[in-house]
């Protein structure tokens, strides 16, 4: 079995294959205070309650732009499992052509979902991410990551405004059912769903005027669900991070026998 480990700034995704079999996936939220004991006692109950044998485990796999909680993930991984995870930028690296001007700055996960989205779709296409920021991947026809767009995540915006004004509440991101707002909660969601939605679809369009009309959309990321409907995607997929793991898994493994 395989492993993976996605770091986010607000969660820990987690998720075990059996070869190409996505047999379970699993959250926790990311704490940059957990000890490397709470961190792989969590992760043990998770097999255990599912039936699962950590040490049918052959190897770890690890993504992640949170640098602070690295520390203790390593070492509950070498504590609990016995082994030295993969990780991305480090041990691992992704075989795409960057065109960043400083490669090294584009997050670990935005480039494996963009060799996950080439490998699985073809190209040239855009990766939305809704995460606690969205992103937006451009990848060419021949596979080159160009770069992208940063966009404060929805539920980041919403926070900002609850957080920042005195009279607003926080309320659930849902569609109110019609874009004029009857009361404060209705005009809020309707700020948030159709807003959001129409920024999405905006940048995609700039996007697609660069990379040309063909283009494909691939979304992914947590909050996918809140916008998916709103805007034009041409696939949704929930996996991608985690199938991009695997991927890049794979061929570690076949340049490294």
Known sequence: MLLTIDIGNTNMECAVFQGEELLKVFRLGTNRDATSDEIGLTIGQFFLVNGLDMAQVEDIVIASVVPQVMYSVNNAILKYFGKLPLVVGENLFVPIENHYDNPAEVGADRLVTAKAAFSKYGG?????????????????????????????????????????????????????????????????????????????????????????????VVATGGLVGIIAEYADFDVIDRTLMQDGLRLLYQYHRQQNP
């Open 124 to 216: 040239p296409l855009v990766v939305v991410d809704f995460g606690t920021a969205t992103t937006f991947d451009a990848v060419t026809g021949q596979g080159a990551y160009l770069g992208g767009v940063i966009y404060p995540g929805i539920r980041i915006s919403t926070a900002s405004l609850f957080q920042r004004t005195a009279k607003l509440p926080m309320v659930e991101l849902v569609d109110p059912g019609h874009i004029i707002g009857r009361n404060t909660e209705q005009s809020i969601q309707a700020g948030a769903i159709y807003g959001y939605s129409g920024a999405v679809k905006n940048i995609i369009a700039e996007i697609k005027k660069v990379l040309g009309a063909e283009t494909r």
